[in-house]
């Protein structure tokens, strides 16, 4: 196991980031009233189980229940029943200038956009029409006013975030890893979202990709703010930014349209662990890929960071628990990634590769 250890940290030392990247934490608010919206859509959150009673969450959505009728919640639930669901639309949230005057400063990603029409002019229409109706929800509902009267709160989950994450050295781990950087990373941690709820994005840079992670408390607390944030938990926030971030490097090479007919080619395997795939969230043979690819990477940057425990409880959870079972072929897969980096130079050279060892399932 040590001389494991020493091969990977070998292979990150060979260079260092030109800059170094601190991990940014902050609320965004215009996230921060989508999902207030959301919490009162009918198609959004309203018909949710109400199974961990967040303050925040309840807080919103007690005070603004009485907008339920407006026109922008209504549009909301006319998108979501055509499957632009709130992970679509906090893109184009994160994509606009501030509200309540907020405009696109970033092309949309065209498969969110094919999510509303085949037409592409159409679904821009769609989502112009989106950005303003958020514009008038800002202001019909008093929302600047509550976000005024609430920023201590703000201010001290951002705290308990920013106290948690792990130091700068991850994620110069991870770039080198990978063999790929990232312009800037952001959490934006969100008190009105569902606890353990998520989503990650990326926002093309010039230099890179812009990733940020929108997610909701991390543990329940009861129904008052004297219970806690739910933001405190050193080991939660860790876990989350390591794998969040993951994605930002793998998701974009699975996505490419030249390796479509290749990952479809193991659509087959996702049958074998459908079940338990499907009841963590995972619903396609493609989403279940990526988290395989991105879980292997967590456990392979654990060694390279030199911590062997956490990688080694990350594979008994993954494969054992949570039922991840490609993940050993993987591991054994991407020894060649990072044995021969004179020829893989980033991952993207190597995933065509990995996927191969899923062959040999077949004879398994």
Same mark, same amino acid.
């Not at 184009?92 to 949309?108: E, Q, R, W, Y």
């Not at 956009?113 to 159409?122: G, I, K, Q, T």
């Given at each position: 196991m040590f !001389?494991?250890?020493l091969?990977? !940290?070998? #292979?990150?030392?060979?260079?260092?980031?030109?800059?170094?990247?601190?991990?940014?934490?902050?609320? $965004?608010?215009?996230?921060?009233a !989508? #999902? #207030?919206?959301?919490?009162?859509?009918?198609n959004?959150?309203?018909?949710?189980?109400?199974? =961990?009673?967040?303050?925040?969450?309840?807080?919103?959505?007690?005070?603004?229940?009485?907008?339920?009728?407006?026109?922008?919640?209504?549009?909301?639930?006319?998108?979501?029943?055509?499957?632009?669901?709130?992970d +679509?639309m906090?893109?184009?949230?994160?994509?606009?200038?501030?509200?309540?005057? %907020?405009?696109?400063?970033?092309?949309?990603d065209?498969?969110t956009?094919?999510? !509303?029409?085949?037409?592409?002019?159409?679904s821009?229409?769609?989502v112009?029409?989106?950005i303003? %109706?958020?514009n008038?929800?800002?202001?019909?509902?008093g929302l600047?006013?509550?976000?005024?009267?609430n920023a201590?709160?703000?201010? /001290?989950?951002?705290?308990?975030?920013? @106290?948690?994450?792990?130091?700068?050295?991850?994620?110069?781990?991870?770039?080198?890893?990978?063999?790929k950087?990232?312009?800037?990373?952001?959490?934006?941690?969100?008190? +009105?979202?569902?606890?353990?709820?998520?989503?990650?994005?990326?926002?093309?840079?010039?230099?890179?990709?812009?990733?940020? $992670?929108?997610?909701?408390?991390?543990?329940?607390?009861? =129904?008052?703010?004297?219970?806690?944030?739910?933001f405190?938990?050193?080991?939660?926030?860790?876990?989350? /930014?390591?794998?969040e971030?993951?994605?930002?490097?793998i998701?974009?090479?699975?996505?490419r349209?030249?390796?479509?007919?290749? #990952? =479809?080619?193991?659509a087959?395997?996702?049958?074998?662990?459908?079940?338990?795939?499907?009841?963590?969230?995972?619903?396609?043979w493609?989403s279940?890929?990526?988290?395989?690819v991105?879980?292997?990477?967590?456990?392979?940057?654990?060694?390279?960071?030199?911590?062997?425990?956490?990688a080694?409880?990350?594979?008994?959870?993954?494969?054992?628990?949570?039922?991840?079972?490609?993940?050993?072929?993987?591991? @054994?897969?991407?020894? %060649?990634?990072?044995?021969?980096?004179?020829?893989?130079?980033?991952?993207?050279?190597?995933?065509p @590769?990995?996927?191969?060892?899923?062959?040999?399932t077949?004879k398994?």
């Open positions: !001389l494991q250890i091969v990977i !940290l070998s #292979i990150v030392s060979c260079s260092r980031p030109k800059t170094e990247k601190k991990v940014v934490v902050g609320t $965004n608010y215009n996230v921060e !989508l #999902i #207030i919206g959301f919490e009162i859509a009918e959004g959150f309203w018909n949710f189980p109400f199974d =961990d009673f967040q303050p925040m969450k309840t807080k919103a959505r007690r005070k603004f229940e009485k907008y339920r009728g407006h026109k922008t919640i209504k549009l909301i639930d006319t998108l979501v029943s055509k499957g632009f669901w709130l +679509a906090v893109e184009v949230m994160l994509k606009c200038s501030p509200l309540p005057n %907020a405009s696109l400063v970033d092309d949309m065209q498969s956009l094919l999510r !509303l029409s085949d037409d592409l002019e159409e821009q229409m769609i112009e029409k989106f303003h %109706a958020m008038q929800f800002y202001i019909d509902v600047d006013a509550y976000f005024i009267g201590p709160y703000y201010d /001290t989950i951002n705290e308990e975030v920013r @106290k948690n994450i792990p130091s700068a050295s991850f994620i110069a781990t991870m770039e080198e890893y990978y063999g950087q990232n312009e800037a990373y952001t959490l934006v941690p969100s008190p +009105a979202l569902y606890h353990t709820m998520g989503f990650g994005k990326n926002i093309k840079g010039d230099t890179g990709f812009k990733v940020y $992670n929108v997610f909701g408390p991390l543990i329940v607390t009861k =129904d008052s703010l004297e219970f806690g944030n739910g405190d938990d050193l080991n939660k926030i860790n876990e989350l /930014t390591v794998h971030f993951g994605h930002s490097f998701n974009p090479v699975l996505d349209e030249v390796y479509k007919e290749h #990952i =479809d080619s193991y087959h395997l996702f049958e074998r662990i459908r079940k338990p795939m499907k009841e963590q969230g995972y619903g396609s493609r279940c890929l990526a988290e395989h991105v879980r292997l990477g967590e456990i392979r940057i654990s060694y390279a960071m030199g911590d062997s425990v956490r080694e409880r990350l594979r008994e959870e993954y494969v054992h628990e949570r039922k991840f079972i490609y993940i050993p072929l993987m591991e @054994k897969g991407i020894k %060649a990634f990072e044995d021969n980096r004179d020829i893989y130079k980033t991952i993207d050279d190597y995933i @590769k990995l996927l191969t060892c899923l062959e040999t077949e398994q």
